[in-house]
């Protein structure tokens, strides 16, 4: 069972990352412009964001293991779909498609191991096999799509999901347990609605400021129907018997710590793997596959720290994992500063590195400290929550930082007189141009816009930390659930 959902987490993790290095190919053969682009990696996060609270209740209704077939299912076709898509508009289509196929998946994968594995030493080493494949998608998908690419057209990327698909499908239907419904568990469609639509008009906002210039109406308008659509969706659960988020559970700080670190380092792996992979392709000339063994680098110090951090659990507590591990993440990062600043390959290397053994301890038992501190009539929205915290925290890495890397790139960029083209080409553009002058403008650019990223990324490490230490201060080690005075 763990294998089954291990390798459904697998894929729906390997595409959020898998993109990054198909991104200027993909952009270059469809005809995409930067914010096209853009919307075709955040489509995905932001659809499974909007949904993954009101999955949880729903697989809690209908049993999730059936939903987690229909996921199967719907994740291969909308696989096949994006793999044959002659436009971007249809590709940011079939991207908004397979993460509801994902977002059906998601919470009952983490379900379906606390339904499967009683005893909590077995659950905690269980999860944290999860996170360790968690990671390991994330920071397989640049290399997955670098070796795709170095044979196939980009919409490989997309069709080596279909056969997984559909022998884990197979593989449910047979091997998998009874599915348990609850039919008076409620799906509020509404709240899901109100979620996704906040989601949407937030990323649209920080899209439109990114522009140069800005899009004042558009980011505007975008902000109001965010706040009111979040506002509406906040109310909407303190009202609900049933909600899809009960907020209450926030005051637990352990689940909080959970939710933060879920969402710092997730942050950091795909606003990285994003930057790096555009940078060494678009500057240094790497090709699909080198860019993604640069960023995989940082799987090295992330995969065995996070499959050993639930068997070490019980004996160091989750502080010294979450705060201790978002701390060398910091540390890591400032690395990635400095070798931005030098422009060093292997500094840059050796900041992934320790970056890695940082959020590899920290993401080990995120997970744990998220289910493992709700009541067992909430699993499937802890579930949720758990899968919202890292969804949230991609899809704010890609809009804020790949609109920061954006932004910052149009801000330097001095085009240099007589050059052709728009004023302000995009990187690939600039960079491909048969103008000396303005690839040299383009690429000093795009190096103060990487820098400006990795600064972003070390400072949101440092306040984790900070955020995770300050939760976790009184808690001690022993078990994964530990409550305190003033926790509920």
Do not use: C
């Amino acid at each position: 069972m763990l294998g089954i959902v291990s390798a459904a987490l697998a894929l729906i993790t390997l595409d959020n990352s898998i993109l990054y290095t198909a991104l200027p190919v993909l952009t270059e053969q469809l005809g995409a412009t930067s914010g096209q682009s853009l919307w075709i990696i955040n489509a995905y996060p932001l659809v499974i964001a909007g949904l993954l609270p009101g999955a949880g209740g729903l697989g809690d209704r209908i049993g999730h293991k059936r939903l987690f077939q229909h996921g199967l299912g719907l994740f291969a076709l909308a696989s096949l779909t994006a793999a044959l898509s002659p436009t971007p508009e249809m590709l940011v289509g079939a991207r908004g498609l397979l993460a509801v196929g994902a977002a059906a998946m998601l919470p009952a994968t983490l379900a379906l191991i606390r339904v499967t594995f009683s005893d909590e030493r077995e659950r905690t080493l269980a999860v944290s096999i999860w996170a360790g494949v968690s990671v390991a998608g994330l920071a397989a998908g640049p290399v997955v799509g670098g070796l795709l690419l170095e044979h196939f057209w980009w919409g490989s990327v997309f069709l080596v999901n279909v056969p997984v698909a559909v022998a884990a499908s197979a593989a449910i239907v047979a091997l998998g347990p009874a599915n348990v419904t609850d039919p008076s568990r409620r799906w509020d469609g509404v709240s899901s609605a109100q979620a996704l639509l906040g989601l949407g008009g937030a990323v649209l906002a920080i899209k439109s400021l990114a522009t140069t210039p800005p899009h004042w109406t558009t980011a505007g308008a975008a902000a109001v129907v965010a706040a009111v659509a979040l506002t509406a969706f906040v109310r909407r659960q303190r009202r609900l018997a049933d909600p899809l988020i009960d907020f209450s559970i926030f005051a637990n700080r352990a689940f909080s710590a959970g939710v933060v670190s879920a969402g710092a380092s997730i942050f950091a792996i795909m606003g990285l793997q994003f930057a790096v992979t555009q940078r060494y392709q678009l500057v240094e000339g790497f090709t699909p596959l080198q860019a993604g063994l640069v960023v995989a680098v940082l799987s090295l110090g992330a995969l065995p720290v996070a499959l050993a951090g639930g068997a070490v659990l019980h004996r160091l507590g989750l502080l010294v994992l979450i705060g201790g591990g978002l701390s060398v993440a910091a540390l890591g990062a400032g690395g990635l500063v400095v070798a931005a600043v030098v422009d060093r390959l292997d500094l840059l290397l050796a900041g992934l590195l320790v970056l890695g053994l940082g959020l590899g301890a920290a993401i080990s038992v995120a997970s744990t400290a998220i289910i493992g501190n709700v009541p067992r009539h909430r699993a499937g929205m802890a579930a949720s929550l758990e899968e919202v915290s890292y969804e949230f925290g991609g899809l704010v890495a890609v809009a804020v930082l790949g609109s920061l890397l954006n932004a910052v790139y149009l801000h330097a960029l001095e085009r240099p007189d007589g050059a052709d083209g728009v004023a302000a080409p995009s990187p690939a553009a600039a960079l491909s141009s048969s103008d000396p002058a303005l690839v040299a403008a383009a690429a000093e650019a795009m190096d103060s816009a990487f820098l400006a990223v990795v600064v972003a990324v070390a400072v949101a490490m440092v306040l984790g930390a900070a955020a995770t230490g300050w939760l976790l201060r009184r808690h001690l080690p022993g078990t994964a659930s530990q409550a305190h005075p003033g926790d509920h």
